[in-house]
């Protein structure tokens, strides 16, 4: 079956460096997103990664490794509105996204 | 603000009731989606709508009817409802679908309680 894992919650300081990990299986694949999601809003675009490799955008940086079905996302200088959930989702051979659960990520001053 | 706008927020109805749920894109997208999210959960995906057609519908009970009248505008109807039906449910638009272009711009979502 197709799957993805992420750890459900996660907590860091206020000016500190986080990273959250996500690992999926997925018949084919044609890339991974990550969204965020504060309590009550929308999810949006973070990020897009179809190739290997590391893509930085400002604070906020997305890898991929296709060989090892793994992406992480790192949150560098963070804010106290950082606070959210960030989800996890690839995208398969049928061009179906496959989400993981989220992770709720909790900034403390 | 994503271009993407759903009415009503907030929802409670009985299990006898009918409501529709409303969302409209000013994107420009070809695509529209209804999905469910519970707490904890991965985002399940009820219907696809690509060029006002459906083109997914993963099992999804007959209690919920989509219904999309033109490229901007997708509704949920709901009737006779249960309990485990409570969720929050998320409209989004990408600008295709089945294409590789799914980056999705959600609404704020309904949150929807059924007593």
């Known amino acids: 079956g197709q799957n993805i894992d992420q750890p459900t919650e996660m907590t860091a300081t206020e000016g500190a460096i986080v990273q959250i990990n996500c690992t999926y299986q997925t018949s084919g694949f044609n890339g991974l997103f990550w969204y965020q999601q504060h309590a009550g809003e929308a999810p949006t675009f973070l990020s897009y990664n179809v190739l290997d490799g590391l893509e930085e955008k400002g604070r906020f940086s997305s890898f991929l490794s296709r060989s090892k079905g793994y992406s992480y996302l790192l949150l560098k200088e963070l804010q106290m509105k950082d606070s959210a959930s960030y989800l996890c989702?690839?995208?398969?051979?049928?061009?179906?996204?496959?989400w993981g659960a989220g992770t709720k990520l909790i900034i403390k001053p | 603000e994503t271009g993407v706008t759903q009415t009503p927020r907030h929802l409670v109805m009985g299990m006898t009731n009918k409501k529709s749920l409303k969302c409209e894109q000013h994107l420009g997208h070809n695509a529209m989606y209804w999905y469910k999210q519970s707490a904890k959960k991965p985002l399940e995906l009820m219907f696809v709508y690509s060029l006002e057609e459906r083109v997914e519908n993963n099992s999804v009970p007959s209690r919920f009817s989509p219904e999309c009248p033109n490229s901007s505008h997708l509704f949920l109807h709901l009737h006779t409802l249960q309990p485990e039906d409570s969720a929050l449910y998320l409209c989004a638009s990408s600008q295709d679908w089945g294409t590789g272009n799914e980056k999705l711009f959600f609404g704020s979502g309904t949150q929807l309680s059924v007593l």
């Open positions: 989702a690839a995208l398969d051979s049928n061009y179906q996204l496959i």
